[in-house]
C-alpha cells in the first residue's frame, strides 16, 4: 500500500507538472504563430487544464476500467462548479463575462443533457463518443471563427494568461515544452490509475467513487490553481471561463476520447445513472442563475456551492459503506439540490424585475 500511495502521489504530481507544461509551450508557440490571445485563452488555456482528467480517463478506458473513466469525468465537472467556484467566489465575488453568460454555459448544460441521455442505456458506445468528440471540434473551431469579432478589452484580458518570461521564448524551448508535458501526463495517468484502482480493491469500494473523489479532485488540480490565481489577481472573468470551457472540454473531448478507445464503449454503472449523473446536470443547472443576474457570483452562492459539494461527498462516504440512511439521504440531497436552484432563480428573477421597474 505504501508502494501504491507513493506512486498515486507522483502520478499527481506528475499530470500536474505535465499539464502545466504542456499549457505554457502550447500557448507561447500559438501566439508566436499569430494566434490570438483570446483563442488561446478560451482554447488551448482552459481545455489545457483538464488535459489530466483525458489522460486519466483515456487511461482507465485503455484498461478497461470504464468506471474510473466515467467517475473522473462526473466527479470533476461537479468538483469544478461546487468546489473550484465556490472558494473562488469566497475569495471575490466573481465577475461573469457576457460570452459566458450567453453563450458558454448554455454549452455546458447542454453538452450535459447530451451526455446523460447517452448514458441512460448504460453504455456510451464509440458511435455516440465519436460525436461527443466531434462536437468538440466543431465547438472550438466556432470559437476560433468568433475571437475575430471580439473587442479589444477581451483580447487585452486574456493576453495577461500567456506567460511572458524570457527562458522559453525559442519555439524549441516551446515544442520541447510540449512534448515534456505530454509524456509526464501520460506517465501521471498511468501511476494514477493503476493506484486508484488497487485502492479501491483493497478499501472494498468500487472505481467509480474512487473517481468520484479522489482521482476527480486530483484531476482538477490545474483548474483550482488557475481559478484561485485569476479570483485573486482580479481576473474573475476567466476563473469561471476556465471551469465552464473544462466542463465542456471533459463533457465534450475527455468522454468522446475515452469511449472511441475503449472496446466495446464505456459501461456506465448504474450507481452513476441512477445518482451521480443526476448530480452533475443538477450541478449545470445551478450556473442558471449567473443567466439571470447577468453579473456576478456573489459570496453567498459560492458558500451555498460550498455546501452542496460536502453534501455530495457525504453521500458517496455512505454510499461506500452502504449505510442504512443511504436512501433516505439519497431523497434528500435530490429533493434539495433542485428545489433551492428554483428558489434561487425566481429570487433573482424578482430582484432583477424590481430593480429594473
Known amino acids: 500500500m505504501l508502494t501504491q500511495a507513493l506512486l498515486f502521489v507522483l502520478g499527481l504530481v506528475a499530470l500536474i507538472a505535465g499539464a502545466e507544461a504542456m ?44 468506471d474510473l473513466a466515467i467517475g473522473n469525468v462526473v466527479g470533476s465537472n461537479v468538483a469544478n462548479v461546487l468546489l473550484i467556484l465556490g472558494i473562488s467566489a469566497l475569495v471575490a465575488p466573481l465577475l461573469v463575462h457576457e460570452q459566458i453568460i450567453r453563450q458558454e454555459i448554455p454549452i455546458m448544460i447542454g453538452a450535459s443533457l447530451v451526455v446523460v441521455a447517452m448514458a441512460l442505456d448504460g453504455n456510451i458506445g464509440r458511435i455516440e463518443a465519436a460525436l461527443l468528440f466531434a462536437l468538440v471540434i466543431a465547438y472550438t473551431v466556432f470559437l476560433v471563427v468568433q475571437s475575430r469579432r471580439a473587442s479589444q478589452d477581451a483580447e487585452d484580458e486574456f493576453a495577461s494568461e500567456i506567460p511572458t518570461s524570457q527562458w522559453d521564448r525559442h519555439w524549441g524551448v516551446q515544442a520541447l515544452l510540449v512534448v515534456g508535458g505530454l509524456a509526464l501526463l501520460v506517465l501521471g495517468a498511468d501511476w494514477l490509475v493503476g493506484a486508484a484502482v488497487v485502492f479501491a480493491k483493497v478499501m472494498g469500494v468500487s472505481d467509480l467513487v474512487i473517481g468520484l473523489t479522489v482521482v476527480a479532485v486530483g484531476t482538477s488540480m490545474p483548474e483550482i490553481a488557475t481559478s484561485l490565481i485569476a479570483a485573486l489577481r482580479g481576473q474573475r472573468d476567466i476563473a469561471v471561463g476556465n471551469v465552464v470551457g473544462s466542463n465542456i472540454f471533459n463533457l465534450l473531448a475527455v468522454l468522446g476520447a475515452a469511449g472511441i478507445v475503449s472496446t466495446g464503449g464505456l459501461s456506465v454503472p448504474d450507481a452513476a445513472r441512477n445518482f ?38 457525504l453521500y458517496l462516504v455512505l454510499a461506500a459503506q452502504q449505510h442504512d ?33
Open 23 to 66: 499549457v505554457r509551450g502550447a500557448s507561447r508557440l500559438a501566439v508566436s504563430w499569430g494566434i490570438s490571445p483570446l483563442v488561446v485563452g478560451l482554447t488551448v488555456v482552459a481545455f489545457g487544464t483538464s488535459a489530466p482528467e483525458m489522460a486519466v480517463s483515456v487511461g482507465a478506458a485503455l484498461g478497461g476500467s470504464s
Open 276 to 313: 451521480d449523473l443526476w448530480v452533475m446536470l443538477a450541478v449545470a443547472f445551478a450556473c442558471l442563475p449567473i443567466l439571470i443576474t447577468g453579473r456576478e457570483i456573489a459570496r453567498w452562492e459560492g458558500a451555498v456551492f460550498l455546501g452542496y459539494y460536502a453534501a455530495y461527498l
Open 325 to 357: 440512511s443511504l436512501p433516505a439521504y439519497s431523497s434528500v440531497m435530490l429533493s434539495y439540490v433542485m428545489p433551492l436552484t428554483v428558489v434561487t432563480l425566481v429570487v433573482s428573477f424578482m430582484r432583477r424585475r424590481g430593480a429594473a421597474g
